[in-house]
C-alpha cells in the first residue's frame, strides 16, 4: 500500500512539474532546475509570466540560449544542431562550430559513438558552450524524452562528416543510436557533409542511398576530391571545408525564411589580384588575397542573387552557390566582365593591377648586372568602362579604393573620375593588417557623403554591404 501510494504521487509530482513547465515555457528538466535554485537562494515561487531561462544547464538539455554578439547585417542563423560522425574528418566539426559561432549561431552537438574514437565529448562541448550528447538512453536527458526536443529544438541540422554508415542508416529510416533517431524525428532541414574512402563513396550502395536522401530533401555539400588520409588514397570522398559548409547552411536558413531580398537580381563581382607575367617566371601583382571580394559574392548569393564571381590568382576556397570564372591577367578579368554583362549591380573588389610588360619574354630574364628595360603600358580601366558605358550599364556599380593616405579625399576623387555610385574606401596601411587579413574597416562614399563603418570581419562587411546594395535595388525597381 505505501509502495502504492508512493507511485500515486510520484505521477502527480511529474503531472504536476508537466503542467507547471507548460505555463512557463520551460521544459520539465529546466523548471525543476527553476525550483531548485530558488530553493537555494531561499526565494519564493515565480509567476507564469516569468521569461524563461535562457542558459542552457551542463547536465541536461534546456532551451537553447538567444543568438549572442551578431552583427547588424549578421544572417539569421539561430540553432544549429550538429552531428558528428565517425571519420578522420570528425577533427573539422571542432572547427566548424568555431565558424558557426562566430556568425552568431548557437550550437548543440552529438556524437555517435565512432565519432568519439575521433573527437572527445569534452572537445565538442566545450566550443559549443554546452555538454555534448552521446547516449539515445541518458536518463539526464531522456526524462523529458530529450531526443525529440533535440530534434525540434533547432533551425538546421548539419551532419558532417557524414559517414557511408550514416547515410545508408538515414536513407533506410533506421534509429537505433541518438544520431539517427534524431534525423528521424524531425522536420528540421538537413544538411550532409559527406566524408568517405573514394571507393566507398562511389559504391552502388552509396550512391543508391545519396540518391533517396537527395528525394528526400537532405541537401548534400560536398564532397571534395583530394588526397585521403590513407596513405595513396586519392579522390573523391574529402569532407567539405568548415566554411562551405556554414556558406551552405546560410542559404538553406535564408531561403527557409524567405530572406533573400536580391532574388532575380544578378550581380558581378571581381576578387583577388591580377597577375601581369613578365616572364615564365616572374610577373607583377599587389598583396590582393580576395578575401573581401568572396565575402561579397558568398553574401549576395546568400541574399538570392544569381552570381557571377571573376576571380584572379588567389588561395582561399571560392564560395558556395556562385558561378566562378578564373583569370590571370587583368585584359582576362576586363574580357570576363564584359561576357558577365547584363547585370543588376556590379561590384569591383579585384586589386587589378594598372599596367603590364608591353612584351613579356618568352624566356626567363636572366642577370645582367643591370635591371632589365620593361615597357610597361596601362591596362583596360574596368570599373570606369563599366561605370561610364551607355548601354547595359548595371543599375549599380560599385568600386573600391585601397588607400595609403588620404582616404576620404582619394576615394571622393575616384568616385567622380570613374563616374560609378558608390565607392567602398580603406586605409591598407601595413599597420592596418587589412591586406590578407580577416578583418577590415572600411568607408562607403557616395554622392551624399561618407559613411564610417565600423572595424569587423570580412563576412560582415559583405553581409553589411550586400544588405545596402539590396535596398538601393529594391527601391529603384519600386521608383
Not at 549572442?68 to 571519420?87: C, Y
Not at 564584359?338 to 603590364?356: G, I, K, L, S, Y
Not at 580603406?426 to 580577416?438: I, R
Amino acid at each position: 500500500m505505501a509502495s502504492l501510494t508512493v507511485r500515486k504521487l510520484d505521477e502527480a509530482l511529474k503531472k504536476r512539474l508537466r503542467l507547471l513547465a507548460a505555463r512557463n515555457g520551460r521544459s520539465v528538466e529546466e523548471e525543476i532546475r527553476q525550483i531548485l535554485g530558488r530553493a537555494a537562494r531561499g526565494e519564493q515561487g515565480e509567476s507564469a509570466g516569468t521569461a524563461p531561462v535562457r542558459q542552457a544547464s551542463a547536465r541536461g538539455i534546456g532551451p537553447l540560449p538567444a543568438r549572442h554578439g551578431a552583427d547588424e547585417a549578421a544572417p539569421d542563423i539561430k540553432r544549429i544542431l550538429l552531428i558528428i560522425g565517425g571519420g578522420i574528418a570528425a577533427y573539422k566539426s571542432l572547427d566548424l562550430i568555431r565558424r558557426l559561432k562566430e556568425r552568431g549561431a548557437t550550437v548543440r552537438c552529438i556524437l555517435t559513438k565512432a565519432a568519439q574514437e575521433f573527437v572527445t565529448p569534452l572537445s565538442a562541448g566545450a566550443l559549443c558552450g554546452e555538454r555534448a550528447f552521446t547516449d539515445l538512453f541518458d536518463p539526464l536527458s531522456e526524462f523529458d524524452v530529450g531526443h525529440i526536443r533535440l530534434a525540434r529544438e533547432a533551425d538546421l541540422i548539419v551532419v558532417a562528416p557524414a559517414t557511408a554508415d550514416l547515410m545508408a542508416k538515414l536513407a533506410g529510416g533506421h534509429a537505433d543510436d541518438l544520431a539517427t533517431a534524431v534525423l528521424l524525428a524531425t522536420a528540421t532541414p538537413i544538411l550532409l557533409a559527406p566524408a568517405m574512402n573514394p571507393r566507398m563513396w562511389e559504391h552502388p550502395a552509396t550512391q543508391r542511398n545519396l540518391a533517396q536522401l537527395s528525394a528526400d530533401g537532405v541537401v548534400i555539400v560536398g564532397p571534395g576530391e583530394g588526397e585521403m588520409a590513407e596513405i595513396g588514397e586519392a579522390g573523391v570522398g574529402r569532407m567539405a571545408e568548415p566554411l562551405e559548409i556554414v556558406a551552405t547552411a546560410e542559404l538553406l536558413l535564408r531561403k527557409a525564411a524567405g530572406d533573400q531580398p536580391l532574388t532575380g537580381k544578378r550581380v558581378v563581382v571581381t576578387s583577388g589580384p591580377t597577375h601581369e607575367p613578365i616572364d615564365p617566371v616572374r610577373y607583377i601583382a599587389n598583396r590582393s588575397s580576395g578575401k573581401q571580394g568572396h565575402a561579397i559574392a558568398a553574401a549576395a548569393a546568400a541574399a538570392g542573387a544569381e552570381v557571377i564571381l571573376i576571380r584572379g590568382p588567389v588561395n582561399i576556397p571560392d564560395p558556395v552557390g556562385v558561378s566562378v570564372v578564373k583569370v590571370e591577367t587583368a585584359r582576362e578579368m576586363f574580357e570576363q566582365v564584359e561576357r558577365a554583362m547584363p547585370a543588376d549591380c556590379a561590384v569591383f573588389a579585384a586589386a587589378v593591377a594598372d599596367w603590364r610588360v608591353s612584351a613579356p619574354g618568352p624566356e626567363k630574364l636572366k642577370k645582367t648586372g643591370r635591371g632589365p628595360a620593361l615597357n610597361l603600358v596601362e591596362n583596360t580601366d574596368i570599373l570606369a568602362t563599366i561605370a561610364q558605358r551607355k548601354a547595359k550599364r548595371p543599375a549599380l556599380v560599385i568600386g573600391f579604393a585601397a588607400e595609403t593616405e588620404k582616404v576620404f579625399a582619394n576615394a571622393k576623387d575616384k568616385l567622380r573620375r570613374k563616374g560609378c555610385d558608390w565607392i567602398v574606401a580603406n586605409d591598407v596601411s601595413p599597420e592596418t593588417g587589412v591586406m590578407g587579413g580577416d578583418r577590415n574597416r572600411v568607408h562607403l562614399v557616395t554622392t551624399e557623403g561618407v559613411e564610417s563603418w565600423p572595424a569587423q570581419t570580412k563576412d560582415a562587411v559583405a553581409r553589411a554591404l550586400v544588405k545596402r546594395i539590396a535596398a538601393a535595388l529594391n527601391k529603384e525597381a519600386n521608383s
